[in-house]
């Protein structure tokens, strides 16, 4: 009996990436979906700082949560749902609108509060749970910290506006996490709205409507008339179906940070996402490198409850810091171990800090090219016009090789902005700036995390260097 390495990082709420380059250490080539031995995970695990337990021979168990679910365990769960799309196409009134459609809240009178993400009951009485944070950066960065979040993407697109750069940037980071999009073509109230135009455009995207033989479902709605709001739902609801999502309630919670901050009166408040298990009042907790005890749980319509199963967004208080959107929250048992797995994690993140402004993202890349470890390299392309892109994409097409092959995340028209750095980080890629520039955010973001951004303004040296790179041969610009 083994386990995976995903696995092994779900148990230790650890990077997958981390694991992998912690194995490469120990001379063991591995991807995510590599299965390897006990023994193995074990040394992996004392190597995090953690203690391991054998379960049995085959079998490790962390001293965090980490006991694995049987399958006869799992209860379906509620879809969680993150709403994308170019500015002003309304993502932020089509969820003001789909939350209205809650059957439930009417009859509490609806108060809403916001607490970055609410779970609506449909007409037909199933759930769905939405991420109230629009923006791909937020989608990303949570991705990029290891946290998946969203089972789904609803990408909405203006139907008197059509495709625009950010729709093209939300396609490109649904994508590279490999979350189904559904789209929501909306303002169909609009005279001038042309819902057929939109299904068009987005065949030049690889998303192919069902309308014209494809498998992506585009639902026609208006946020602002609320009209198909209910279709909408079912939509999500049919699609979920599709993934077959489930999560074991009975077992100490497991969930994501959505949001963190601190408030008068109320200490550090965080709204978690449980993903597994239930968390109630009480529990002792470890979210990033913070912990606490569960003081009290309030829910999206600002009532307190006594604890929050599997999709559920709730409020916690109790925690004695700040954590980050995206980090992972874990209940453990005892507040000794709390206070042990926090430390770690405070002198894990200081060196990852450090590691970062030491060693780039193309460095790593390299080297994992070099051990014949890597078999793409990961790019976000920018260019000042189209034909530079086209011929940049046409030469990277060309150099690939059939070891090695060039992975375009994004590629488009403008300077360098946050979403880029975020979605290359998120796939340990870089980016390439031709003739633009990173603008401050991106450029302060790109340091901290380590993302490489190169900069050309001959086509010719882009080329080169990418031949290099995927040979991994290129020296690293420091
Ligand atoms: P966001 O930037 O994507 O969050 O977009 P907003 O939700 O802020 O909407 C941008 C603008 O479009 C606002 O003025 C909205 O009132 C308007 N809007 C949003 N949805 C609709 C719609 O379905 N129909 C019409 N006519 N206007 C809409």
Redesign the pocket.
């Known amino acids: 009996e083994t386990i995976t390495v995903q696995e092994l990082a779900n148990r230790m709420a650890e990077r997958a990436v981390d694991v992998i380059r912690e194995l490469m250490k120990m001379g063991v080539m591995s991807t995510i979906n590599q299965v390897i031995d006990a023994d193995t995970a074990e040394l992996v695990v004392a190597e995090f700082g953690h203690t391991a337990r054998r379960v049995s021979e085959a079998d490790v168990e962390i001293g965090l949560a980490g006991i694995d679910d049987a399958q006869g365990d799992l209860a379906p769960r509620a879809p969680v749902v993150t709403v994308m799309?170019?500015?002003?196409?309304?993502?932020?009134?089509?969820l003001d609108a789909l939350r209205s459609t809650d059957v439930v809240s009417g009859e509490a009178g609806g108060i809403t509060q916001h607490i970055g993400a609410y779970q609506v009951t449909t007409e037909s009485g199933a759930k769905i749970t939405f991420v109230d944070t629009?923006g791909h950066a937020a989608f990303t960065d949570m991705r990029a910290r290891g946290a998946k979040v969203t089972d789904l993407v609803i990408l909405?697109v203006a139907a008197d506006d059509g495709i625009m750069p950010q729709t093209v940037e939300a396609i490109h980071h649904a994508k590279a996490a490999d979350v189904p999009i559904i789209v929501a073509i909306?303002?169909?109230?609009?005279p001038e709205a042309d819902p057929a135009r939109v299904r068009t455009e987005l065949l030049q995207h690889e998303l192919v409507p069902e309308e014209l033989g494809g498998d992506v479902m585009c639902v026609e709605?208006?946020?602002?008339?609320r009209t198909n709001l209910g279709q909408l739902e079912e939509t999500i609801l049919l699609q979920a179906e599709m993934l077959d999502l489930k999560a074991n309630p009975d077992r100490p919670a497991e969930g994501v940070v959505i949001e963190a901050k601190m408030e008068q009166g109320r200490g550090s408040v965080a709204t978690v996402l449980v993903q597994r298990g239930t968390l109630r009042k009480g529990d002792i907790f470890v979210a990033g490198s913070e912990w606490g005890r569960v003081r009290a749980l309030i829910d999206d319509h600002g009532g307190t409850v006594d604890a929050a199963g599997p999709a559920v967004p709730v409020e916690v208080l109790g925690l004695n810091g700040t954590p980050e959107a995206g980090d992972e929250m874990v209940v453990v048992d005892s507040d000794t171990r709390a206070r042990e797995v926090s430390e770690y994690r405070q002198r894990k993140k200081r060196d990852v800090r450090a590691a970062a402004g030491a060693r780039g993202t193309l460095e790593q890349m390299f080297e994992r090219i070099q051990e014949g470890e890597a078999e793409e390299l990961p790019v976000v392309i920018k260019a000042d016009v189209h034909g530079s892109l086209e011929a940049i994409l046409t030469a990277l097409e060309k150099l690939s090789t059939d070891e090695v092959k060039a992975r375009v995340l994004h590629a488009a028209v403008g300077g360098i902005n946050e979403s880029d750095v975020v979605l290359a980080r998120a796939s340990g890629g870089f980016i390439i700036g031709f003739n633009v520039r990173a603008n401050a955010q991106a450029r302060d973001l790109s340091r901290r995390d380590g993302v490489d951004i190169r900069y050309y303004s001959i086509i010719y040296d882009v080329t080169d260097d990418m031949r290099k790179a995927l040979s991994g041969m290129l020296a690293p610009t420091i």
């Open positions: 799309g170019h500015v002003d196409h309304g993502k932020t009134s089509l629009p909405v909306n303002k169909c109230d609009k709605v208006s946020a602002k008339a």
